[in-house]
């Protein structure tokens, strides 16, 4: 297994992959989606998620490698994080990476085929050309970056990404942009030692697509921010420590509108993040941390406004994981998630007072990953509701894999 120091490492993670939550065709086709989120669905998130140890292990490894996380939301979705990265040098000052990004939620899904080639220019400065080739030219992407290391453990990097700029030339359906998306991003690290702070945003710019065959525009925009702490000192202790933003406004309009179905959908998020991950004893390692959000969102109906809405929700919840190694070839794990929170409702038309859903829920979370030597892992787990006293407990099943090349 190859390693890196830290600092290097980070820069590599960062500034080498392309923009990722550029807007994709199918943001139109859902403009609320907070209506899909149940009263589980975030805790399912975190307890689905991989361990510390497995994310370290997979953004450590220098080579190509592949990640693959399938759980069971409900009857009908699964949660789908899948990721192959991998890079060549071409020469001292060219180099090629690929990346595939598949990320499925209730919020939408994601599939996105980067290639990149980056060239280093001397005094510490790179620029880079990124894009994703579709059969369709019209949903073609292309972007441009460019990179700083003025000095050991700093990392500047901006990027541009033209998103679908070949749509209305090479469109071979009727719907057009009237203005075009961009997504902006830019990224600052500083890597002394065994810590990693990163900040980055991203911004997508304000554009409009017109559907004339059903007589609609579309409008859309959005801007994230995120600032992280990361320490991986040894394998025997690392902590994280991370808190994000965004802000994210869609809207649709009719013409007619007979339907009432023209509106205008805008959500802010904060989240809150920290973690740590230890070596109790040779074969024991210890996991725990908590998470804490606050969504805000509102839904106007422009022609009936009794189908508009305001929502606030939040969730705060403590988790821990306890991994014992069996042997050479197994490593279970037991874990223990909780989140207590509210989610309110408020209806502009409405005469009774606003809805509002105490939330408390609590799992159990047990597994086993299958070792194939050091280099390749899969892991197949379940969950178990044990807030609600009744006959079935069962949450979801998850299978997740890793396999460093």
Known sequence: MIMRPLGTLMAFLVFTAPVYAVFDDSEPDRIDAEIHFDREYFLDLRSFSAPMQWEREFSQYEGAKYFINGSSLDCCDLLIDQRLQFGKTLTDRISFAYTLDHLGTKDGESLFNWVAFDFKLGGGLTAGIFGEPKFAKQDADIGFKLAYEPIPDWYFAARVNAVDFNFNQRGVITQSYARKPATFDFNAVYSPGDDSFSASAEF??????????????????????????????????????????????????????????????????????????????????????????????????????????????WEWG???????????????????????????????????????????EAKIGTGIDLLFGPSAKIGIYATFDIDELTSNHWDGGSIRAMFLF
């Open 204 to 313: 997508d710019t304000p554009l409009i697509r017109l559907y004339p065959d059903e007589g609609r525009t579309y409008r859309y925009r959005k801007t994230s921010f995120v600032l992280q702490w990361q320490r991986y000192a040894s394998d025997d202790w690392s902590w994280k420590l991370d808190y994000g933003y965004e802000f994210k406004r869609e809207a649709e309009d009719f013409v007619p509108d007979a339907a009432g179905d023209s509106q205008d959908h805008h959500r802010r998020v904060h989240r809150l993040g920290a973690a740590f991950e230890t070596a109790l004893s040779h074969r024991d390692r210890l996991e725990a941390g908590m998470g804490f959000f606050v969504r805000g969102g509102r839904s106007d109906f422009k022609n009936q406004i009794a189908k508009s809405s305001r929502r606030k929700r």
């Open 318 to 360: 403590p988790h821990a994981r306890w991994r014992r190694t069996l042997n050479d070839w197994s490593v279970s794990e037991l874990a223990f998630f909780l989140s207590t929170g509210e989610n309110r409702r408020s209806r502009f038309a409405a005469t009774t007072a606003e809805e509002l859903e105490t939330l408390i």
